[in-house]
């Protein structure tokens, strides 16, 4: 079957460093992504991983194991507009998508 | 900075009805996909569509739903016989040819069923 699991929700406090874990096991994988959603919002993209590794992008870097089915984003210097939810997806397919259910973050002052 | 668009922002249309969600992708993209995320719940893939036919779809893209791209700028979702269960917010969704995996979502359409 086709499972993405993460966390419902996380709680961190302003310029904290927060990660979210995302395990997946999918049929095939072509890749896993990271995006951002604020409420009432669309989802905007933030990282991309196909390889083993942490990716680095400013404040965010998304790291990928695939042996273990297993991927976190790690956000430094929390600010108060990052609260949002955080999706979790794998590509199974060529241009096919699974999408976990998100977790949402709250950053407290 | 361009974006995708999506018309219009809320339809409300009553059960057995046909509609038409309306796109316009970022002009140099390639790649396009519809998703629909049910208040609350996840996101979920409909279809991606490249070179004028459809690459992927997934189950709920039964043969209720169908895809257009009827000129150079839009992509069309149309559903032919709505659904209680179709209400949704409908994102579309484009990437372009050397950076396949980065999508660029439009704003949404909320379909509400009655």
């Known amino acids: 079957g086709q499972n993405i699991d993460q966390p419902t929700e996380m709680t961190a406090t302003e310029g904290a460093i927060v990660q979210i874990n995302c395990t997946y096991q999918?049929?095939?994988?072509?890749?896993l992504f990271w995006y951002q959603q604020h409420a009432g919002e669309a989802p905007t993209f933030l990282s991309y991983n196909v390889l083993d590794g942490l990716e680095e992008k400013g404040r965010f870097s998304s790291f990928l194991s695939r042996s273990k089915g297993y991927s976190y984003l790690l956000l430094k210097e929390l600010q108060m507009k990052d609260s949002a939810s955080y999706l979790c997806?794998?590509?199974?397919?060529?241009?096919?998508?699974?999408f976990g259910t998100g977790t949402r973050l709250k950053v407290l002052a | 900075e361009p974006e995708v668009t999506q018309t219009p922002s809320h339809q409300v249309t009553q059960m057995g009805q046909e509609v038409i969600l309306r796109c316009v992708p970022i002009s140099n993209h390639l790649y396009f996909y519809w998703y629909r995320q049910i208040l609350g719940q996840k996101v979920e893939f409909l279809v991606s569509f490249y070179n004028n036919e459809i690459s992927e779809k997934s189950e709920i893209f039964d043969d209720q739903f169908s895809v257009e791209r009827p000129d150079g700028s839009n992509f069309t979702l149309k559903i032919r016989s709505t659904k209680l269960e179709d209400s949704a917010m409908y994102f579309c969704?484009?990437?372009?040819?050397?950076?396949?995996?980065?999508?660029?979502f439009g704003p949404g359409t909320r379909l509400t069923v009655t």
């Open positions: 997806a794998v590509t199974s397919g060529t241009y096919k998508y699974i």
């Open positions: 969704a484009s990437s372009p040819g050397d950076r396949v995996n980065e999508q660029y």
């Open positions: 999918t049929s095939g994988f072509n890749g």
